[in-house]
């Protein structure tokens, strides 16, 4: 088997080389493919270099699988061209909505890999954990409603954010004047109500992005709101959940299926520190839920904390996850 990686040197592209890596997956060759300005330069993949080659150049007939981690413009260009001699996994939000595209979260919904016409889009990276104890809720309970807020950590608007992240914050304890580039206001010890750029009723693209992906994903019945924001965190998302069902509940079946939601992890201790915090789930491939209680004002909901790394889980994992099975379970490539 032979795989490709296009954006190889950005943040999920380097995180996707890490848990490609650390995968089951036998890989005879892999293709690392960038811009002209990386071309030629070197990166390790099991203790090898591997030449960069340049994008204009690359032919996509030498990989059967290719993932996608440059961004929307790159696969907005090159992604349909490439699905002609290979399959795609596409990380960017450019075909998530195409009916023709499955939407693909490994654990909930792989089933919609056998329509797949070559090219499979990975969802938002919020969306993606938000999924994981979504999913197992519904089968059970019938969700009716999601109230979400999301605390967004910067490696999810690139590595620039992150570096002025950084810049920021040393600048601001050297009593210096912040200048902001990559944010639209000061992000060092301060959040940011705002990700993507604003649609319609005053949302965001990114909460736009949570309620339309849910429903394409989960269920087209479900209703969603959300209020995403980016706070001065440099990896894992975290997320206030509150979930409305059709019917009564009860709280302790409710805690088992989250218990045994696969990809999922609970730790809620009702006690000093018996929750997960985003830096203590940064490199961990798993999701984790905490804080899970009733909501006092509707007896037919709950509440629920869910944090998980967004450059693993919300993107280089859930791809090679993807990958794991379109080979295990289609054998189609």
Same mark, same amino acid.
């Given at each position: 088997m032979n795989f490709a990686i296009i954006g190889a040197t950005g943040n999920v592209g380097r995180k996707t080389i890490e848990v490609l890596e650390k995968s089951k997956l036998e890989i005879d060759n892999l293709y690392l493919v960038a811009s002209e300005k990386s071309a030629g330069q070197k990166l390790k993949f099991k203790n090898k270099d591997i030449n960069i080659e340049q994008l204009e150049k690359y032919d996509f007939s030498k990989a059967e699988i290719t993932i996608f981690a440059a961004g929307s413009e790159i696969s907005k260009n090159w992604a349909t061209?490439?699905?002609?001699?290979t399959i795609? *996994?596409?990380n960017s939000k450019h075909f998530r909505m195409n009916k023709d595209v499955p939407l693909i979260v490994a654990e909930v919904n792989s089933n919609a890999l056998k329509n797949h016409k070559n090219i499979i889009a990975n969802p938002n990276c919020s969306t993606i954990q938000l999924m994981l104890p979504l999913k197992p809720l519904h089968d059970k309970y019938k969700i009716k409603r999601v109230i979400v807020s999301t605390y967004q950590a910067v490696s999810g608007a690139g590595k620039a954010s992150v570096d002025e992240l950084f810049s920021q914050t040393k600048d601001y304890l050297d009593n210096k004047l912040i200048k902001s580039k990559n944010f639209t206001k000061q992000m060092a010890f301060n959040l940011i109500p705002h990700i993507d750029v604003f649609v319609d009723d005053g949302y965001t693209k990114e909460e736009?992005?949570?309620?339309?992906?849910?429903?394409? *994903?989960?269920?087209?019945?479900i209703g969603l709101s959300a209020t995403c924001v980016r706070v001065p965190v440099k990896t894992s998302h975290?997320?206030?959940?509150n979930i409305e069902f059709e019917n009564e509940y009860d709280l302790d079946t409710v805690r088992k299926i989250l218990v045994g939601a696969p990809g999922c992890k609970v730790i809620d201790e009702q006690k000093d520190g018996g929750y997960i915090t985003p830096l203590e789930a940064e490199g961990d491939y798993l999701t984790f839920i905490s804080r899970i209680r009733r909501d006092h004002?509707?007896?037919k909901a709950i509440n629920i904390w869910v944090v998980s790394d967004n450059l693993l889980k919300g993107a280089a994992l859930n791809s090679i996850q993807i990958a794991e099975c379109l080979i295990k379970n289609f054998k189609k490539l």
């Open positions: 061209k490439a699905s002609k001699d795609v *996994i596409d736009w992005k949570m309620e339309n992906e849910t429903k394409k *994903i989960l269920d087209n019945n975290s997320e206030s959940v004002s509707n007896e």
